[in-house]
């Protein structure tokens, strides 16, 4: 097992240069000068002029590139063209905030997804199913800024249950992890149904009920266990996605995390801060990648890895 | 995202009844920012949320009132030669900055290098550029600005490249503002200023929390606190303010009618007369759209009324010529271009289109400008004027327009100082084609001599006069559709006393703001 994760993390190494010269290149294909967008609306060619050769924007792309990659060889993401700022410690501000965010969304959503997976499957077609169905339905197809909005409207300026918006204690984190976590309830929902389905049919579980054990735990211990491997790949592959993406989320609820700091670092073109923050996230990915691959093994005694 | 948010604002006002008699807060709280401050050194202020926390923790020699006044405010008072090109400043005895060094010209003198300074890139200059030799200095060209000299401790004589009448207004800016001597090198991050607040917290992309500093000149803050939160999403702003969480808001411009048509929310609305015009810049250069009478054209097949009636609820005052009617130098008397698609067709046809043009209208992705340049599309389809939208990021559109890429930008302008010239100048003399601001590239030696000629006027009716016959020709010659004049709508919550609606971004301190709280202080 460690020889594999070791494989596996040196294997991410390749991953992550391509990450990095994919970003690289492509800011500078794409339009938009960030010195453009320093300046604000009104300058001079001068400055303009001058402030490329400070931010040596002038150099061959070559040159930058090394420059960039010594600088990441150092541990070094240098720092942000807008606000001068190092990007390591903008990262370092905003991703536990992500994670605080991304967290409680799985969380969410392992709990409630899979309690109503089981329920549901137990009773094909019976109240909590067509319940389950009728909030998949929409936690998949409702897009999350109108969740979001909804949420809002709901339970902070309607009722004053909750803030509306904004960072701080549990009552902040609430709606924007159900707003976040609603698509993965939903999905984690149905997919635990139909793979619980599938092992509540199969022979194991007639012979631990004929066994004579309670129903309870010919459920959980077995039927479950058994579903465990499809519920670990879309808890993994969206904890993933939260980690790197939760831009809509972060804005409905203004909630200072990375997501939010990458567009504005794209909408400013602060190229270093895209960048930095691209690599980072990209490893993040793989680290979450290989993380679910070790659940496999940890679910299910038959997957082995050599 | 904004349509949807659009559709739920009826569910939100209804959801919401009138607010209280007061708050439980202390603390003022102002959701307008929607972005993260660049910083806080009064260098790098380049744009709105960073410009408006400089004027809450720094002071300039100046500053603007909320409706636009420039007063005294390191400076007590000032004089300028009869030529109008030497600035005496004449700076307040006794001020201290929050570390507790006292204020002396040599800080003016230190502070301005600094923002010029290359090495510090800001890139916003040009608010200081009319100094002789601070072009230069910026330029690496010389080590020191020689214009600028403190003969004591509290006088700073500024000599300008030529005269300049209006050069006080243009140090209210937050880029003129006054540093201590020597910043530390994340000054970005602890500020050290004069100013009517001191940093208490800087929550990235969260909120910047800020104390009264008690012993401001000006007369210490009457709130506590001020909070200004970083919201980004117009209607969560929106929620927050109807949940009673932050005091100001700044009307979404798509969600206007929604509350000028509610009888309660109506009464928390506040306005005024904003300094942003809002047009097309026509590209003079690119082919038919060099020729005057194509640019007329464009301007009489557009019925501005009724897209200022349905697309911004009618706060905007419709356009004739570039100066705010709130401004001396507006002729506002001047009838402008009325819908006529006649008449269009018409100049199109002397120009030698019979056929009309295909022209590429560009805009950015702001929903408003969107919408409205599809319904200029439209209007303009209508003289047998062929129209492809083009829409880009709000940076690439920019770009493209500043390097002539375009033939139709639709854009905004924002006052930085409450002058014609800001309008005039940027927007329209040949020196500042492309990255300057005049993206029309519009070149009329006659403009020019004229705007020239009133920047270097001393006597004010003289310049009014100079600008009047300025703004005339810009309008015969249209180098732009002229669309609006756009007041900005602010709500207020009711326990909120003395905020006045800034006409300048940068021009509510929020000094003398109260907060009417019905639980007592507990501390």
Known sequence: MSAFIIRRLLLAIPTLVGVLVVAFLLLYVAPGDPVMAMVGERADEETIARLRAELRLDDPLPVQFGHYVAGIARGDLGRSYITNRPIERDIRERFPKTLQLAGAAMLLATVCGVTLGVLSARRPGGAIDRFGLALAYLGISFPVYWVGLLLILLFAVTLHWLPPSGFGGLRYLILPALALGMRSIAFLARMTRSAMLDSLGADYVRTARAKGLRERVVVVRHALRNALIPIITVLGLDFGAYLTGSILTETIFSWPGIGRYVVNAIARRDLPAIQGSVLFLSAVFVLVNLLTDVAYAKADPRVTYS | ?523
């Open chain 2, 1 to 523: 995202m904004r349509r949807s948010a659009a559709l739920l604002l009826p569910l939100f006002l209804a959801a919401c009844g009138g607010g209280g008699g007061g708050t439980d807060r202390h603390t003022l709280v102002d959701s307008r920012d929607n972005y993260d401050p660049r910083s806080l050194d009064p260098a790098l202020s380049t744009d709105v949320p960073t410009g408006r926390v400089v004027s809450y923790l720094f002071d300039g020699l100046t500053r603007f009132t909320p409706d636009a006044k420039v007063v005294p405010a390191l400076a007590t008072s000032w004089e300028s030669s009869p030529d109008g090109s030497t600035y005496t400043f004449h700076l307040r005895r006794g001020v201290r900055f929050s570390d507790g060094t006292p204020f002396v010209a040599r800080q003016v003198l230190a502070s301005w290098e600094r923002v010029l300074d290359p090495k510090v890139r800001g890139g916003r200059g040009w608010p200081l550029y009319p100094i002789r030799g601070a072009k230069e200095f910026a330029d690496g060209k010389a080590s020191a600005i020689d214009g600028l000299s403190a003969p004591n401790d509290s006088t700073i004589v500024v000599v300008l490249k030529e005269p300049f009448a209006i050069f006080p207004k243009l140090l209210a800016m937050p880029v003129a503002a006054i540093a201590p001597e020597h910043v530390p090198p994340d000054f970005g991050e602890h500020p050290v200023g004069t100013g009517p607040w001191r940093l208490v917290q800087w929550k990235h992309d969260d909120y910047l929390l800020f104390a009264p500093n008690p012993d401001w000149w000006g007369g210490a803050p009457k709130a506590d606190s001020l909070q200004a939160r970083i919201i980004a999403e117009p209607s969560t702003a929106v929620a927050e303010f109807q949940s009673g969480n932050v005091d100001v808001l700044q009307i979404p411009q798509g969600e206007i009618a929604d509350w000028e048509e509610d009888a309660e929310r109506r009464k928390l609305l506040a306005s005024t007369p904003s300094l942003e015009l809002v047009y097309v810049a026509i590209n003079t250069t690119r082919g038919p759209l060099a020729d005057v009478r194509v640019r007329q054209a464009l301007n009489y097949a557009v019925d501005r009324n009724t897209i200022i009636r349905n697309l911004i609820a009618g706060r905007g005052e419709p356009a004739a010529g570039v100066i705010p009617p709130s401004l001396p130098g507006a002729e506002k008397t001047r009838i402008g271009y009325q819908f006529d698609t006649t008449r269009a067709r018409q100049l199109l046809r002397e120009a030698g289109y019979p056929n009309g043009i295909d022209v590429e209208l560009w805009t950015s992705t702001n929903p408003i400008y969107v919408r409205v340049a599809e319904t200029l599309q439209a209007y303009l389809r209508l003289s047998g004027i062929r129209v492809k939208l083009v829409q880009r990021e709000s940076a690439a559109a920019r770009e493209a327009a500043r390097k002539g890429g375009t033939d139709l930008f639709i854009k905004d302008w924002y006052a930085d100082y409450p002058d014609a010239e800001n309008f005039l100048y940027p927007l329209l003399h040949s020196a500042n084609k492309g990255v300057g601001g005049n993206v029309s590239f519009y070149a009329n030696p006659r403009f020019d001599s004229l705007v020239t000629a009133a920047r270097r006027e001393p006597d004010e009716e003289k310049r009014v006069a100079l600008y009047m016959e300025a703004d005339r020709l810009a309008f015969r010659d249209a180098p732009m559709i002229f669309l609006w004049f756009y007041s900005e709508l602010y709500a207020v919550q009711p326990w909120i006393g003395g905020f006045e609606p800034p006409v300048i971004f940068n021009g509510q301190p929020w000094t003398t703001v109260t907060i009417r709280t019905a639980t007592p202080q507990k501390r």
